[in-house]
Nanobody, 121 residues
Framework: QVQLAESGGGLVQAGGSLRLSCAAS????????MGWYRQAPGKQRELVAT???????TYADSVKGRFTVSRDNAKNTLALQMNSLTPEDTAVYYC???????????????WGKGTQVTVSS
């Protein structure tokens, strides 16, 4: 049983910055892949950024050069630094962890409930 909790969302003016965080609690042996997804009204959920246990990252083309994803394996936390925000970044942002609960178990996907990011013109 694992729970994820996002924080850091809010309202910001275009050109501003926000930092999102996600913390995991519960039965955790190790967390493999971590990622951020977002969903705007009327659109499908899309991948924003991912980071592996080794620190390799990927980004959606729309956020490259503006967003930076990072993780702290000792604290089981994930972060997303968002700079130069535009109204097109407005969405609900969700964190996703692949968690191994015990040695020898396969990874299981867990999702946070989401945090709202709104960027005004």
């Amino acid at each position: 049983q694992v729970q994820l909790a996002e924080s850091g969302g809010g309202l910001v003016q275009a050109g501003g910055s926000l930092r999102l965080s996600c913390a995991a609690s519960g039965r955790i042996f190790i967390i493999n892949a971590m990622g951020w997804y977002r969903q705007a009204p009327g659109k499908q959920r899309e991948l924003v950024a991912t980071i592996t246990s080794g620190g390799s990252t990927t980004y959606a083309d729309s956020v490259k050069g503006r967003f930076t994803v990072s993780r702290d394996n000792a604290k089981n936390t994930l972060a997303l630094q968002m700079n130069s925000l535009t109204p097109e970044d407005t969405a609900v942002y969700y964190c996703n962890f692949v968690v191994i609960s015990r040695p020898g178990y396969y990874g299981v996907d867990y999702w946070g409930k989401g945090t709202q990011v709104t960027v005004s013109s």
